[in-house]
């Protein structure tokens, strides 16, 4: 059957017998053959002859042309992928057809699929097999099966994570939240470029927790930059009228828009104007519980709508959380603000980087007013935000004696780390009850990233990241947020929301999890830099980042000269005392030197996002994009 399909192809594709390299590629993308131009290319060379044809079916002439024959070799070296074809062969009793009832059995017991039934089967047969006779027999092929294989249907991550799952009902603090940290910047802190292009990558990427740092600008419209350095200015305005397009695009659920405000009163009031104008229906402007709640509503209850995170001040005569108020149009509330308090009091870039900022200003002429430290508020801004009042923290102590439950804190990573690490517990307990964000410290001019993880394991709920800068942090980032379709929201643990569990990051007593990943091989990977050709000698890293006692780096031996399939067949194993917290990073790279590697793709998912059996991995850039068709595949198992 498959034979005869791909005779039909081949003679539609080379009329004249001989096809040239573009004919090739277009022909392998038409039969859904897995290819790129790179390796495509390599094997079109001459010097490929011993894996495509025998030598008198090469190009010598270098006429731009090869063969029937050739081409057939191309395909069969890019679709028959030893390692797949053996399973195939042992599933297979003709090993040339794979009957419905093997293919089930293979589905139920090795891939532990869920409802792996006869409809299961016939379904999948019609979707990935390209033989009509094989589908009107109910059979599947070689070339069905690996397309099955590489496929989604046939992805690591569970296919049920890929669609809202969880309970949303719960308050916003059993939430962890995708949170990005100065949004509006694409490179450094510095002379790095603002643009409004970087709010909208953040929200398609599913961050709902976006940062804006405002000051005031001419002609009385605030502008949005890294104040006191040299970074471009953007009019707040635009930001708006950006997030208002895109802002549940990749999910329903609240934005949260975090400000950083250093503007006049007379300029805050022009914010509020543009927030409710261009945002309408979209932002909260009244509560959605009664006067009497004592927890933050859900994300469930707040799908559809935009809070505003900023400091707050409830005239006396007005209770907290009112719905109902008088007009604030004009007014002014005398409340102090600390130049770059960003919300908390505690350190933050504008502050611990001004001595760098103002070497850099020094022939600017910068006007000496906006090194004022005192700002009052204008009421008009301040009624808009409901849920999600900016606090500054104390102590935990002082927390849970004052603070109300729509009081939230920002904390400075090297606060928060010495809190994490003294009082584990502690950070928990406030974390349950109240949203928390941390924040890069102010010496990170580069907009580098701390590690998440360690704010993760308390319970962080808005753990603010460079989402502009790439590297391990970001990749936990995308990874960590794969969960729960994609929504930006993933409902804590239990032990991190409830407080009949005593549970400590630090002192695990817990029965471990067993992890086994044998890394079978690597198809289409990208080549080496420094490669005139298609090779790598690539290695691939597991790493699983969670409570302290988990995290481990494991990794294969290196296959020298091969990115086209290297083959590994090598077993790892982890012991996970804490899986509902843990992270699985495949990360592939070329081996430069005994200590220097080049990095190839990676690909992060949480473990509890795992599936079992034999499983595709697709691999990502450095920047979160696809490489496709580069991927892994694997045997995964867990108790």
Known sequence: MEEKWLETVISQGCVRGKVTYQETLDALHRMNVAVDAVHARSLFKPGFSHIIAPQQERDPNRTGFISTDAFRSIYEAFVYRKELVDIFKQLSTSRRLL?????????????????????????????????????????????????????????????????????????????????????????????????????????????????????????????????????????????????????????????????????????????????????????????????????????????????????????????????????????????????GDDESGDEEPTKSLLPLKMNLLKNKKEPKSKLKVKQPIAALLSDLVIYTKSQNFVSFQHSRENQKFYENNSLSERKAQRLARGSGQEFIAHTMKFLTRIYPKGTRASSSNFYPQEFWNVGCQMVALNFQTPGIAMDMEGGKFLDNGRCGYVLKPEFLRSAKFCYDPYDLRRCPMLLSIKVISGSLLPPCSLSTSNTADPVVILQIYGAPRDECSKQTQVRRSNAFNPQWNQTITFSVQVPELALLRFCVQDQLTLISNEFLGQYTLPLRSISRGYRHVPLLNKHGQSIVPASLFVHIWFN
């Open 99 to 339: 009957p419905p009832k093997k293919l089930e059995d293979f589905l139920r017991t090795e891939q532990h699929e869920a409802g792996a039934d006869g409809k299961k089967v016939a379904e999948l047969i019609e979707k990935y097999e390209l033989s009509i006779e094989a589908r009107r027999d109910n059979y599947m092929t070689l070339h069905g099966f690996i397309r099955f294989m590489t496929s989604e249907d046939n992805h690591i991550f569970r296919r049920e994570h890929n669609q809202v799952y969880q309970d949303m009902t719960h308050p916003l603090s059993d939430y962890f939240i995708s949170t990005s940290h100065n949004t509006y910047l694409i490179s450094d802190q510095l002379v790095g470029q603002s643009h409004l292009w970087a709010y909208g990558s953040a929200l398609m990427r599913g961050c709902r927790c976006v940062e804006i740092d405002c000051w005031d600008g001419v002609d009385n419209e605030p502008v949005v930059y890294h104040g006191f350095t040299l970074t471009s200015k953007i009019l707040f305005k635009t930001i708006i009228y950006v997030i208002e397009k895109y802002a549940f695009v990749a999910s329903h659920y609240p934005l949260i828009l975090s400000l950083e405000n250093h503007c006049s009163p007379r300029q805050q009031e022009v914010m509020a104007n543009h927030l409710i104008a261009i945002l309408g229906d979209k932002l909260l402007t009244a509560p959605v519980t009664n006067s009497s709640a004592t927890l933050l509503p859900s994300p469930e209850a707040l799908r559809g709508k935009i809070l505003i995170k900023y400091k707050k001040t409830e005239p006396p005569w007005d209770p907290p959380l009112s719905p109902s108020r008088p007009s604030t149009q004009g007014q002014v509330l005398e409340h102090v603000e600390e130049l």
